[in-house]
C-alpha cells in the first residue's frame, strides 16, 4: 500500500475505492493556505475513488480555512462525480457548509479593453457635457437672481447672510495677511531693479497699480478658491451623500435656488469688496517696506499713488474680481452638485473644486488682460 | 441569579455611560456565556448602541468594568486593548462600509492588514465569507450600488473577516423586510452553531430577539438602568415589570410613564 497523502491537519486513507480524510490540529484562519490545497484537489481529480469520508475526532478549533478546505474539495468531487460524504464531519461544521452553496455563482463577465481613440471620445463628450451643464447654470442663476430680487425664489434671507459672513468678514485674515506680504515683496523686488535707475521713487507706482489692476484680484481670488471654494463643493457633495439634496428636490425646492444662488450672490458681492480691501492692505505692505527698508518718505510715497491709481484702474480692478467671485461659486457649487455619493467623492469635489477655481481665474485674467489691451485700457 | 459553572465570556459590572454631563445608562450589570447569542435590548434612545459603543472599545465609561475573560478592558494598557480588539468582530448599523472600496475590498482589508495570509488565500477566504452571508451578487460592486440588506451582509462578512470570538451587532436587522429579517436571524444563528462565537446584539425588533436570543438585558430610557435580566420569551411571559412587559408584547403600557424629553443625539 503507498504511502498516505497528507498535509497539515489531514491524511488521506484510501481503502477499496473509498477516501477517509482524517481532519486533525486546529483549523483557524491563519493557517490557510491555498497551496498546501493543491495535492488533495490533484489526487481527487486523478483517482477513480467512490466516495470521500471525513473523520473529524480530533479535529481541534474550526475556522474559515477548513471552510476553504471543504468548500473546495467538495465542488472538484462534484465535478469529478465522487461521492461527498459529510457525515463523518461535525454537526455545527455540516451546518456552515449548508450556507456555502455547492454551485458556484458565475464568474462576472472579463470587461472589454477600452481603446484610446474611445477614452478620448468618451472625454470629449464628456467634457463638451459639461461645459453646456455648466452654461446652464450660469444662464439659471442670472434668471434665478432676477427671481430673487423680487423676492421669488426659494432662499432664505438668513443662509445669504450667512454666506455673506462666511465668504467676508470670515475671509478678512488670510487676505490681509497674503496681500500684505506680496505688496512688500513686489516693493522689495521692483525696488533692486529701480535702484540702478536711480528711480526709488516709483516704487510707489509699481505697487500701487500692480496691486489695483493685478496682484488684489488675483491673489483674493486664488484664496477665496482654496478656502470658500472647496469648502461650497465639500458642503454640497456631502448633502448629495446624505441624500439632502433629493430631500430638496422633492418637496419642490431647487437646490440651484437653494444652495447655488445665496453662494453665488455672496462671493459675487464679497470679491470686489475683499478686492479693495486686498489692495489697501497690498500698498500698506509696499508702504512699510519702501518707509523702513528703502528710506522713501511716507508723504512722497501716498503722493506717487495717488498718482498712479486712475478710477478706470480701480473700476477694471472690481469688475475683474466679480467675474473671478462668481466664477469661483458656480464652478464649486457645480462640482458639488455632480459629485458622487461617497466620502472619497466629497474629498475629489474639493480637490477639484479649489484646482478648477484657481486655473480658472488665471485663465479670465488672461482674458481680461487681453481685451484691455485691445481696448487700450 | 444562580452562579454560572463556567466563567461568563464577557463580565459587565456597573457600567455608566455618559456625553459629557448627559448621563445615558449608569449600573448597568451583565454576564454573557461563552457562545450564547446576547441581547441588549430597550426603546429607542435607551442608550443600547451607547452601552455597545463601551463593550467595543468606542467610548470610555464614566464608570464601572467591562470584562473579557480574565482581563478588564478599560483598566489595560492601549496595546493590550488592541490586542482584545482583535477577537471582536463589529456589525454597525447599516453596515458601514467604506465607501471607497468595492464590497470584496471592504472584506479584504482586515486581512490584508492584521494576517500574514497571502494574496489568493485571502482573495478565497473574501469569497467564501461572502458566500457564506448569502452575498451572490454585487461582490466588486461599490457601497453605493447595493441594497441596504446587501449592504447589511457585507458589513457582517467584514465583521467575520478575522474569524472573531465575539461578534457585536448594532441593529443587525434594521431596515429588514420581515423575511430577509428571519434569514439575517437564522444566519447568525448558524454562524454561532458553525464557529461557537459569542454574539452580543443591540436590538429593538421583537421577532429576532424572541427568536435566536439566549439571554438579554433590558436598559430602561427613563429610569436609565437595567431593569431586568433573562430569557427573551422568560422576559415576556413572566416580568412584573410593566415597562418589559409592554416592550416584550408590545403593548401600551397601562400606566403611561411620562414621555421622555426629545432625544438631541438621536441614540439609538
Known amino acids: 500500500m503507498p504511502e498516505a497523502p497528507s498535509g497539515r491537519g489531514w491524511v488521506a486513507q484510501v481503502r477499496d475505492g473509498e477516501v477517509l480524510l482524517v481532519l486533525s490540529q486546529n483549523w483557524t484562519e491563519t493557517e490557510f493556505d491555498p497551496a498546501a490545497l493543491a495535492p488533495m484537489l490533484t489526487l481527487l481529480e486523478q483517482s477513480r475513488w467512490k466516495t470521500i469520508r471525513f473523520e473529524s475526532s480530533q479535529l481541534g478549533r474550526v475556522g474559515s480555512s477548513l471552510l476553504a478546505f471543504l468548500d473546495s474539495i467538495r465542488s472538484t468531487a462534484l465535478r469529478q462525480n465522487i461521492g461527498f460524504d459529510e457525515a463523518g464531519l461535525p454537526g455545527s461544521t455540516r451546518h456552515l457548509m449548508r450556507l456555502l452553496p455547492t454551485r458556484s455563482p458565475a464568474a462576472a463577465a472579463p470587461r472589454r479593453p477600452v481603446s484610446l481613440r474611445e477614452r478620448i471620445g468618451s472625454w470629449v463628450i464628456a467634457s463638451g457635457g459639461e461645459w453646456f451643464a455648466v452654461t446652464a447654470l450660469v444662464g439659471q ?13 426659494s432662499l432664505r434671507k438668513l443662509d445669504v447672510l450667512a454666506c455673506l459672513s462666511e465668504a467676508g468678514a470670515g475671509a478678512l485674515p488670510v487676505v490681509a495677511l497674503v496681500n500684505l506680504l506680496v505688496g512688500g515683496i513686489i516693493a522689495f523686488v521692483g525696488s533692486v531693479e529701480l535702484r540702478r535707475f536711480g528711480a ?11 496691486e489695483i489692476r493685478e496682484l488684489a484680484p488675483i491673489m483674493t481670488a486664488i484664496v477665496m478658491s482654496g478656502r470658500t471654494g472647496s469648502a461650497y463643493a465639500a458642503q454640497i457633495a456631502t448633502m448629495q451623500g446624505t441624500e439632502e439634496l433629493d430631500a430638496l428636490r422633492v418637496i419642490g425646492i431647487s437646490p440651484d435656488d437653494y444652495l447655488v ?9 464679497m470679491m470686489p469688496l475683499l478686492n479693495l480691501y486686498a489692495a489697501a492692505i497690498g500698498i500698506l505692505g509696499g508702504f512699510c517696506i519702501a518707509i523702513l527698508m528703502l528710506n522713501l518718505s511716507p508723504a512722497v510715497f501716498v503722493a506717487q499713488v495717488e498718482d498712479a491709481v486712475t478710477i478706470p484702474e480701480v473700476l477694471f480692478g472690481i469688475v475683474k474680481s466679480l467675474a473671478f467671485g462668481a466664477w469661483v461659486a458656480i464652478s464649486s457649487c457645480r462640482i458639488g452638485l455632480r459629485a458622487g455619493r461617497s466620502a472619497s467623492d466629497v474629498g475629489r469635489a474639493a480637490t477639484t473644486a479649489s484646482v478648477n477655481g484657481i486655473v480658472g481665474v488665471i485663465l479670465i485674467d488672461a482674458i481680461f488682460a487681453v481685451c484691455a489691451n485691445a481696448l487700450g485700457l | 441569579m444562580v452562579a454560572a459553572p463556567v466563567k461568563p465570556k464577557i463580565r459587565v459590572r456597573d457600567l455608566s455611560v455618559s456625553y459629557g454631563t448627559d448621563v445615558i445608562q449608569q449600573g448597568v450589570s451583565f454576564d454573557v456565556r461563552e457562545s450564547s447569542i446576547f441581547a441588549v435590548m430597550g426603546a429607542s434612545g435607551s442608550g443600547k448602541s451607547t452601552i455597545l459603543r463601551a463593550m467595543t472599545g468606542l467610548l470610555r465609561p464614566s464608570a464601572g468594568t467591562v470584562c473579557y475573560g480574565d482581563l478588564d478592558y478599560w483598566s489595560s494598557t492601549d496595546a493590550r486593548r488592541e490586542q482584545i480588539g482583535r477577537s471582536f468582530g463589529v456589525l454597525f448599523q447599516g453596515g458601514a462600509l467604506w465607501s471607497s472600496m468595492t464590497a470584496a475590498e471592504n472584506v479584504a482589508l482586515p486581512m490584508q492588514m492584521f494576517t500574514k495570509l497571502t494574496a489568493p488565500a485571502i482573495a478565497a477566504l473574501v469569497q467564501l465569507k461572502l458566500t457564506m452571508v448569502g452575498l451572490q451578487t454585487g461582490r466588486d460592486g461599490m457601497p453605493s450600488t447595493l441594497s441596504g440588506g446587501m449592504r447589511q451582509r457585507v458589513g457582517l462578512a467584514r465583521a467575520l473577516a478575522l ?68 430569557a427573551p420569551a422568560t422576559l415576556r411571559d413572566h416580568s412584573s415589570d410593566p415597562v418589559v412587559h409592554a416592550f416584550m408584547t408590545r403593548a401600551i403600557p397601562i400606566a403611561p410613564t411620562v414621555a421622555p424629553t426629545g432625544d438631541p443625539h438621536g441614540r439609538g
Open chain 1, 141 to 153: 442663476i442670472i434668471l434665478r437672481s432676477g427671481a430673487a430680487l423680487r423676492g421669488r425664489a
Open chain 1, 261 to 269: 444662488l445665496p453662494r453665488v450672490a455672496a462671493l459675487s458681492i
Open chain 1, 200 to 210: 526709488d521713487i516709483y516704487i510707489a507706482n509699481l505697487v500701487g497699480v500692480a
Open chain 2, 163 to 230: 474569524d472573531p470570538e465575539i461578534l457585536f451587532l448594532d441593529e443587525p436587522s434594521a431596515g429588514l423586510d420581515p423575511p430577509s429579517s428571519k434569514r439575517f436571524d437564522d444566519l447568525i444563528r448558524d454562524l454561532r452553531d458553525g464557529f461557537g462565537v459569542t454574539v452580543v446584539m443591540v436590538s429593538h425588533e421583537l421577532p429576532s430577539l424572541l427568536d435566536i436570543c439566549d439571554d438579554a438585558v433590558f436598559l430602561d430610557a427613563d429610569r436609565k438602568t437595567a431593569t431586568a435580566h433573562g
